[in-house]
């Protein structure tokens, strides 16, 4: 906590995990860029485990003299419901009053750090305005995601109406709160071929499983293992800054992973589950028993199927280093990118000030029109035309032609030829489900692996979550679907971590996910497969709109540019339990010339 007042905390527990983002990636940058990996024998095989040797010196413990206090404002100052950023000498505090209470937080989402003051305050939390993170209000705990990490709270009292604030300098500055863990105590951690808890795939729900089950005080054993050769990273981040090094989109720096004796195993495949005996068998013949197992191994690109689909300089965005050789061969050369979805577009986008051509080339006629819809793609399709991107629509890529090997040449269905030296292929994924496929963990016709509202999968002691999971959605009618999305792979890690401690959580969370193209950002919470209506609510032209998706009488989703906190908003009363109604919408429109928004926290439907 950031208060001063409270006992102090056992300081080993307070380790240097909680740097603001740009004081993490320089200390990520000094450390020794990749890591010390060291080498175990088990079962004969040499494993690399990443760990670093030297622990951080504890921050010690703040005296009075670490504290800063002062007045903030009088107690009339703010209404039931309102928040306000003030200043407190060392930095600025999130000040809310609720229900006659007045509490006092850190006033950045500590995810990508936006000011939560113009986020929304419900149901005793604040939700940030950019990307939906929800912070408990009475403790600053994250109580929804993405991100990692909670909100420092500040003691608040109040003296002759005057509202006093008192912060820790530290908290102050550091603007993120990581929750207090257990350790691992298994003597046999790092040294023998079982663990309690085996995680395949290191991902958000991975990583999230993982730190759950330690927030929760578990001090088993916990293995991570991961195809990619880095530690959890930040991969939303790749297809819209594709010159991201690894240490730059590192999650957590290696050192949190030693502290909390949390093992990462990197490039390490899993080939075949044996359920009857608990045990994982990798490429290299290792093999490791477990008591409790989560799948979260995520999904694996489409590749085309083309004419010359070998030839060099085409690549699928998959890996840090994949995203960086695809910046450095398009420098001042013709990129062409094969799929206007999410990551096509954003990777368009990124290329648009390095390339010296930018051409997407997709099937349908205009970008995300499944997702959006037609007038909203078509919007965003002239705001890439104005940046210089050229589409190829309603067509598909024939063949791929080489000269000395290298790409050269894309030619289309419609027979037209696009000089390209380097091509990007963002249409769509498939689970990486394939070493399940005769373990007895049951499988969808596409490969994806069913679970419950407790992320079990048919197997008992077997979880999964992340991309390669369908789970029935709560409010629409427990419906199965799949969402791969970031926030969405956070909050089933966290449910499976509880379930495996039998706490008997439920997925419940509103799906909210958000993309960035030319410095701007398009915000989107819901789920709207299947609408068949969309109101639209300021200017296209000028990207500053609110989109609603409609399914019959009842919004299903909503998107936006230039309208926060409107989604946020959205999520909020979602996640509350209730509807919101098309007719409500539409009167809204007839008489919101001005934004706004107060219809939507009513309450009754």
Same mark, same amino acid.
């Given at each position: 906590?950031?208060?001063?007042?409270?006992?102090?905390?056992?300081?080993?527990?307070?380790?240097?995990?909680?740097?603001?983002?740009?004081?993490?990636?320089?200390?990520?940058?000094?450390?020794?860029?990749?890591?010390?990996?060291?080498?175990?024998?088990?079962?004969?095989?040499?494993?690399?485990?990443?760990?670093?040797?030297?622990?951080?010196?504890?921050?010690?413990?703040?005296?009075?003299?670490?504290?800063?206090?002062?007045?903030?404002?009088?107690?009339?100052?703010? =209404?039931?419901?309102?928040?306000?950023?003030?200043?407190?000498?060392?930095?600025?505090?999130?000040?809310?009053?609720?229900?006659?209470?007045?509490?006092?937080?850190?006033?950045?989402?500590?995810?990508? &750090?936006?000011?939560?003051?113009?986020?929304? +305050? @419900?149901?005793?939390?604040?939700?940030?305005?950019?990307?939906?993170?929800?912070?408990?209000?009475?403790?600053?705990?994250?109580?929804?995601?993405?991100?990692?990490?909670?909100?420092?709270?500040?003691?608040?009292?109040?003296?002759?109406?005057?509202?006093?604030?008192?912060?820790?300098?530290?908290?102050?500055?550091?603007?993120?709160?990581?929750?207090?863990?257990?350790?691992?105590?298994?003597?046999?951690?790092?040294?023998?071929?079982?663990?309690?808890?085996?995680?395949?795939?290191?991902?958000?729900?991975?990583?999230?499983?993982?730190?759950?089950?330690?927030?929760?005080?578990?001090?088993?054993?916990?293995?991570?293992?991961?195809?990619?050769?880095?530690?959890?990273?930040?991969?939303?981040?790749?297809?819209?800054?594709?010159?991201?090094?690894?240490?730059? +989109?590192?999650?957590?720096?290696?050192? %949190?992973?030693?502290?909390?004796?949390?093992?990462?195993?990197?490039?390490?495949?899993?080939?075949?589950?044996?359920?009857?005996?608990?045990?994982?068998?990798?490429?290299?013949?290792?093999?490791?028993?477990? !008591?409790?197992?989560?799948?979260?191994?995520?999904?694996?690109?489409?590749?085309?199927?083309?004419?010359?689909? =070998?030839?060099?300089?085409?690549?699928?965005?998959?890996?840090?280093?994949?995203?960086?050789?695809?910046?450095?061969?398009?420098?001042?050369?013709?990129?062409?990118?094969?799929?206007?979805?999410?990551?096509?577009?954003?990777?368009?986008?990124?290329?648009?000030?390095?390339?010296?051509?930018?051409?997407?080339?997709?099937?349908?006629?205009?970008?995300?029109?499944? %997702?959006?819809?037609?007038?909203?793609?078509?919007?965003?399709?002239?705001?890439?035309?104005?940046?210089?991107?050229?589409?190829?629509?309603?067509?598909?890529?024939? =063949?791929?032609?080489?000269?000395?090997?290298?790409?050269?040449?894309?030619?289309?269905?419609? !027979?037209?030829?696009?000089?390209?030296?380097?091509?990007?292929?963002?249409?769509?994924?498939?689970?990486?489900?394939?070493?399940?496929?005769?373990?007895?963990?049951?499988?969808?016709?596409?490969?994806?692996?069913?679970?419950?509202?407790?992320?079990?999968?048919?197997?008992?002691?077997?979880?999964?979550?992340?991309?390669?999971?369908?789970?029935?959605?709560?409010?629409?009618?427990?419906?199965?679907?799949?969402?791969?999305?970031?926030?969405?792979?956070?909050?089933?890690?966290?449910?499976?971590?509880?379930?495996?401690?039998?706490?008997?959580?439920?997925?419940?969370?509103?799906?909210?996910?958000?993309?960035?193209?030319?410095?701007?950002?398009?915000?989107?919470?819901?789920?709207?497969?299947?609408?068949?209506?969309?109101?639209?609510?300021?200017?296209?032209?000028?990207?500053?709109?609110?989109?609603?998706?409609?399914?019959?009488?009842?919004?299903?989703?909503?998107? !936006?540019?230039?309208?926060?906190?409107?989604? @946020?908003?959205?999520?909020?009363?979602? &996640?509350?339990?209730?509807?919101?109604?098309?007719?409500?919408?539409?009167?809204?429109?007839?008489?919101?010339?001005?934004?706004?928004?107060?219809? +939507?926290?009513?309450?009754? @439907?």
């Amino acid at each position: 906590m950031g208060g001063c007042f409270s006992k102090p905390k056992p300081v080993e527990l307070k380790i240097e995990v909680v740097l603001p983002e740009k004081e993490r990636s320089k200390e990520e940058l000094s450390a020794s860029g990749k890591g010390s990996p060291r080498a175990y024998q088990g079962n004969g095989t040499a494993r690399h485990f990443h760990t670093e040797e030297r622990l951080p010196a504890p921050h010690p413990y703040p005296g009075p003299q670490d504290c800063v206090e002062a007045a903030v404002c009088h107690v009339k100052d703010l =209404e039931n419901g309102q928040m306000r950023e003030v200043e407190l000498g060392w930095g600025k505090v999130l000040l809310v009053k609720d229900n006659g209470e007045f509490h006092a937080l850190g006033h950045k989402c500590p995810h990508y &750090g936006a000011p939560l003051v113009k986020g929304v +305050l @419900s149901r005793g939390r604040v939700r940030c305005p950019w990307h939906g993170a929800c912070f408990n209000i009475s403790t600053g705990d994250l109580e929804d995601f993405p991100g990692l990490d909670s909100l420092h709270k500040f003691q608040v009292k109040i003296e002759k109406e005057k509202v006093y604030v008192r912060a820790s300098k530290q908290a102050l500055q550091l603007q993120r709160r990581t929750k207090v863990m257990a350790k691992c105590i298994s003597p046999s951690a790092g040294h023998s071929g079982s663990t309690n808890v085996l995680i395949v795939g290191a991902g958000a729900a991975g990583l999230v499983c993982a730190e759950t089950l330690r927030q929760e005080g578990f001090s088993d054993r916990i293995v991570l293992c991961t195809l990619d050769r880095h530690l959890p990273y930040d991969r939303p981040k790749l297809s819209k800054s594709l010159d991201a090094q690894p240490e730059q +989109l590192a999650l957590r720096p290696k050192e %949190f992973f030693r502290a909390y004796g949390i093992e990462v195993l990197t490039e390490a495949q899993v080939v075949t589950v044996d359920v009857r005996n608990k045990k994982v068998v990798f490429k290299d013949g290792f093999k490791l028993e477990y !008591s409790k197992l989560l799948l979260a191994p995520g999904s694996s690109p489409k590749t085309l199927s083309c004419k010359g689909k =070998e030839v060099e300089n085409v690549f699928t965005i998959r890996t840090p280093e994949d995203a960086n050789r695809v910046v450095r061969l398009a420098r001042g050369r013709n990129a062409i990118v094969i799929g206007a979805g999410f990551l096509g577009m954003e990777v368009a986008a990124y290329l648009t000030e390095k390339a010296h051509s930018v051409s997407v080339v997709e099937l349908e006629e205009t970008p995300f029109r499944r %997702f959006l819809g037609e007038r909203v793609g078509r919007a965003l399709m002239k705001m890439f035309e104005n940046n210089g991107v050229k589409f190829y629509m309603q067509t598909e890529v024939l =063949e791929l032609r080489a000269q000395e090997g290298k790409l050269k040449e894309v030619v289309l269905k419609s !027979s037209k030829v696009i000089r390209a030296d380097v091509c990007v292929v963002g249409i769509g994924a498939v689970p990486a489900t394939g070493f399940l496929r005769q373990s007895g963990i049951g499988l969808d016709s596409r490969g994806f692996i069913p679970v419950n509202k407790m992320m079990q999968t048919n197997v008992p002691g077997v979880f999964a979550a992340g991309d390669a999971v369908t789970f029935p959605l709560a409010w629409r009618n427990n419906r199965k679907v799949n969402i791969p999305h970031w926030q969405m792979a956070h909050a089933q890690g966290r449910v499976a971590a509880q379930n495996m401690l039998a706490q008997e959580a439920e997925i419940s969370t509103v799906p909210y996910l958000w993309t960035a193209m030319f410095g701007k950002s398009l915000r989107y919470a819901g789920y709207g497969e299947g609408f068949d209506d969309v109101i639209i609510q300021g200017d296209l032209e000028e990207l500053k709109f609110v989109a609603f998706y409609t399914k019959g009488d009842e919004v299903i989703a909503v998107a !936006s540019m230039n309208y926060d906190p409107i989604v @946020s908003k959205v999520a909020e009363v979602l &996640g509350s339990g209730r509807a919101i109604r098309k007719r409500e919408v539409e009167l809204f429109m007839l008489h919101s010339k001005t934004g706004d928004m107060s219809w +939507l926290t009513g309450k009754g @439907s």
